[in-house]
């Protein structure tokens, strides 16, 4: 069988542990949709309130029934509707994904953009200041929390300038592409900041190694100019360990950036979880993990195809 | 090649200038209010929704029978006139005859009574049907009378009719099952759009009858992040705003462009104690808790002095000062003497719960009354939850202590008959039930003379700071900000958006 046949097959079962684990768990947290939008308020209730509640809500059942008939639901393309927002959550999800799919992108761009170029330079001025000070700022990238990256710019760009994105209405990219990027390029900044200073790290080791394997000392000495040997010879080889370091954050980005949504109040799908989760939207929750999940495959899936495009040397799924 | 590069960068320069001009430039009409908040409305059912992020919205789309001014002084809403019986079993109501609903159909006696019933029925859910269970009947006599037959007398009722939970819909979406997905009220504003915790758009109901309102309606953004909003309001994209936390709304007078409302509330920060564990069935224990609290400290510190210190009582007309309360002033000589006559004058451990961001500074309060509590060797350990366990731990009454923010109201009655009365629904929370406060609470409830009702609960006040079951901090402000181009709001006690109605943008 393929590799890639037996990757696929694989997707079934890791979807149904996915859907295991996130039905029990949201459950697990005390508290329920009904505290979550009562409050305090909701001791107030008499039992025979609460019941009515928990029969609008769908957790008046014993929670395998709950389970098997979700799961069932999920089979025939149904993840259930939403009680917050009154809607199909599959509809709400797409609604969503368009723009954590953008951002992710535009992140992913700004991360490579800078961080590769920083990377290569500081490997080839090894161990000289320029290296070093690349070295620190990558550092000091890696490790400011990117809300901290957020505030920050909002608040330069609002107290120096008296300029800031719209925030709490959001345009699509289709309806109009230059009032869209107006109001994700900062989003994508604040989120490709980390991420660069990790490819910077990255890409700066991979291309270290490489530098010094055989083959480049010999295109070296065969006279090949000097940019050749970096950009042509040595980067390509490079690549792996940042092709790697790339899909998984990518993975993760698809799964909303929580804390950028936030300050930007950009409506995407880490915030539909967050508030999911807060409000208890039991099946916002379910069907947005699941996609998560499936995403997440996906991505995997891609970069281990996209290894062997960039190293022919290397087989998928053979011995080891 | 150098001026190659500066060519890329100037018109890089040029494009990026160009994205931000497009992402400020605001399409929105100029008439509309547009205005941020962070916690978004949870549903449309006004019965349903007691949280204030929900009836802040649903106030301005519903209306009840009468509602509270800033003053707290109970006013017409659909209601007209209303007169209780002498013997304040039966109330009267006339209705506003130019009351309709958004969909231009009259308000009638039978919405009212249509509306009443819901709450009432047990399979609503209604949270304020605790409220209403004096209603024994409901009459009546001519679309634009309702007669409520009470079962016993009962004053505070009024009072609990001026809630958006007891909001007059329609009787003939009750029938059609549309309540809670389609917003239908008589109130100042119609929801035309809403996207849960993102936004929502109103525009003013021309047919309101309260008046006209001066605005062509309101744009809500929903942004989750306060300190957004304050540079959302300092580049004047929005007009309006709620501000929840206080350290964020001191910031907003340094601003020179905008306005900050605070309005004191009635909601109370306070330091419950579970009387019904160990040690804090103790009297003299949870006196000595009190006695070492120094609530002003609490107050100055968590909440940078934004607020003042309380008794139990916050409403306006029941309040007393509250130096005069047992123990406000701190006694620590006094506290260590009742700790040592309870035979704990090594002190004890409890955990204290609070949850994280709610109010937004509970964490901060925890960790004062840390450290105040540590001068008579109470160590408390800070427990704080994501704010709907909390809720759910709160409930069941499994704490030792807790950090709460817990909801006014306008009459004592309502406000603390969950908690000191026998029958009490939150009894398990309040943790603590004496005969003296079950009857004072009784007397509270069928009095009708104002004078007497004060000194009634004056005496319950007095009463509950000594046997000290829970130990009131403060009350805080809530607060919006505004452009000096917005003028005419109103804030109330209630912490409501109703003044929206009377503002004007220059």
Same mark, same amino acid.
């Given at each position: ?130 290296? &070093?000070?690349?070295? %620190? $700022?990558?550092? =000091?990238? *890696?490790?400011?929390?990117?809300? #901290?990256? @957020? ?117 995407? &799908?880490?915030?539909? %979880? $967050?508030?999911? =989760?807060? *409000?208890?939207?039991?099946?916002? #929750?379910? @069907? ?33 | ?506």
């Amino acid at each position: 069988m393929s590799y890639l046949a037996r990757r696929l097959l694989t997707f079934p079962l890791v979807m149904l542990g996915v859907s295991i684990l996130v039905f029990f768990a949201i459950r697990m947290i005390p508290g329920d949709a009904i505290t979550a939008m009562l409050g305090t308020e909701a001791g107030l209730l008499t039992p025979a309130q609460r019941e009515s509640l928990a029969a609008y809500f769908g957790i008046d059942q014993p929670i395998l029934i709950q389970y098997w008939k979700w799961l069932i639901g999920v089979f025939q393309g149904n993840l259930g509707i939403s009680v917050i927002h009154g809607k199909p959550v599959l509809s709400i999800i797409l609604e969503r994904f368009p723009l954590t799919l953008q951002l992710a992108l535009m992140s992913m761009v700004v991360a490579l953009a800078v961080g590769l170029p920083a990377g290569v330079f500081a490997a080839t001025r090894n161990e000289k200041a320029s290296d &070093l000070i690349v070295r %620190v $700022l990558a550092m =000091i990238g *890696q490790s400011t929390p990117n809300f #901290v990256v @957020g505030l920050l710019i909002i608040y330069a760009l609002s107290a120096g300038f008296g300029i800031l994105p719209t925030m709490g209405e959001f345009t699509p990219f289709l309806t109009d592409p230059l009032r869209n990027l107006g109001q994700m390029i900062l989003p994508a900044i604040t989120l490709g900041f980390a991420f660069a200073a990790s490819v910077t790290r990255i890409s700066r080791s991979a291309m270290l190694d490489v530098l010094s394997d055989d083959y480049v000392r010999t295109a070296r000495s065969k006279g090949v100019p000097k940019r050749s040997v970096i950009w042509r010879h040595a980067l390509p080889n490079a690549l792996i360990p940042v092709v790697t370091l790339s899909g998984v954050e990518f993975g993760y980005l698809l799964g909303g950036a929580v804390l950028v949504e936030q300050i930007y109040a950009l409506p995407g &799908l880490g915030r539909l %979880v $967050l508030e999911a =989760i807060l *409000q208890r939207d039991y099946a916002l #929750v379910q @069907g947005c993990v699941l996609f998560i999940a499936f995403n997440f495959l996906v991505v995997n899936l891609l970069v281990d195809l996209l290894y062997v495009t960039l190293d022919p040397r290397i087989r998928l799924g053979e011995g080891g | 090649m150098g001026r190659h590069f500066s060519t890329k960068l100037l018109s890089g320069l040029a494009l990026a200038t160009a994205l931000t001009a497009a992402a400020i430039a605001s399409p929105a009409s100029a008439a509309n209010l547009k205005m941020a908040w962070k916690q978004d409305a949870t549903g449309l059912d006004p019965h349903k929704q007691p949280a204030f992020s929900s009836i802040r919205l649903l106030e301005l789309i519903y209306e009840p029978l009468v509602r509270f001014d800033k003053s707290l002084t109970i006013v017409p809403a659909v209601a007209a006139s209303w007169e209780f019986a002498p013997d304040a079993k039966q109330l009267t109501f006339k209705l506003n005859p130019a009351a309709k609903f958004q969909d231009g159909k009259p308000v009638t006696a039978a919405d009212v009574k249509a509306s009443f019933e819901r709450v009432l029925d047990e399979k609503t859910a209604a949270v304020a049907r605790a409220n209403f269970l004096s209603i024994a009947s409901i009459e009546t006599p001519d679309d634009k009378t309702v007669v409520f037959k009470l079962s016993q007398p009962d004053v505070p009722l009024l009072a609990a009719m001026a809630s958006i939970n007891a909001a007059i819909v329609p009787a003939a979406e009750i029938t059609a099952g549309t309540i809670g997905t389609k917003a239908l009220g008589s109130g100042p504003f119609k929801l035309d759009k809403w996207e849960p915790n993102s936004k929502e758009t109103l525009s003013a109901n021309k047919d309101w009858a309260g008046g006209k309102v001066n605005i062509d309606g309101i744009d809500i953004s929903v942004l989750p992040d306060e300190t957004a909003i304050l540079a959302a309001l300092r580049t004047k994209q929005i007009d309006f705003a709620l501000i929840n936390d206080p350290l964020v709304a001191t910031l907003v007078p340094k601003e020179t462009s905008l306005i900050l409302n605070r309005a004191p509330v009635l909601a109370y920060h306070v330091l419950q104690l579970n009387a019904s564990r160990k040690p804090m069935d103790n009297l003299a224990v949870r006196q000595a808790i009190s006695c070492a609290v120094d609530r002003q400290d609490v107050l100055d510190t968590a909440s940078v002095g934004e607020g003042k210190v309380t008794g139990p009582l916050t409403m306006p007309g029941y309040t007393s000062d509250a130096s005069t309360l047992f123990c406000y002033k701190k006694d620590l000589a006094k506290a260590k003497k009742l700790m040592a006559d309870a035979g704990f004058a090594n002190g004890f451990s409890a955990t204290v719960i609070a949850a994280n961001g709610e109010p937004a500074t509970a964490a901060a309060e925890a960790q004062v009354l840390q450290s105040q509590l540590a001068e008579i060797g109470v160590k408390l350990n800070i427990k704080m939850m994501e704010l709907n366990v909390y809720v759910d731990t709160w409930l069941k009454g499994d704490f030792d202590m807790a950090v709460a923010l817990n909801g006014g109201r306008a009459d004592p009655y309502p406000m603390y008959n969950r908690y000191w009365t026998k029958t009490g629904n939150l009894q398990k929370v309040a943790g603590y039930i004496d005969d003296t406060l079950d009857s004072l609470m009784q007397k509270g409830r069928v009095e009708t003379d104002v004078a007497k009702r004060k000194v009634i609960f004056s005496d319950l006040e007095k009463h509950l700071v000594e046997v000290s079951p829970w130990v009131w901090l403060y009350t805080s402000y809530s607060y919006t900000a505004q452009q000096k181009t917005v003028s005419g709001f109103e804030p109330t006690p209630e912490g409501s958006l109703f003044g929206l109605t009377k503002v004007k943008l220059n």
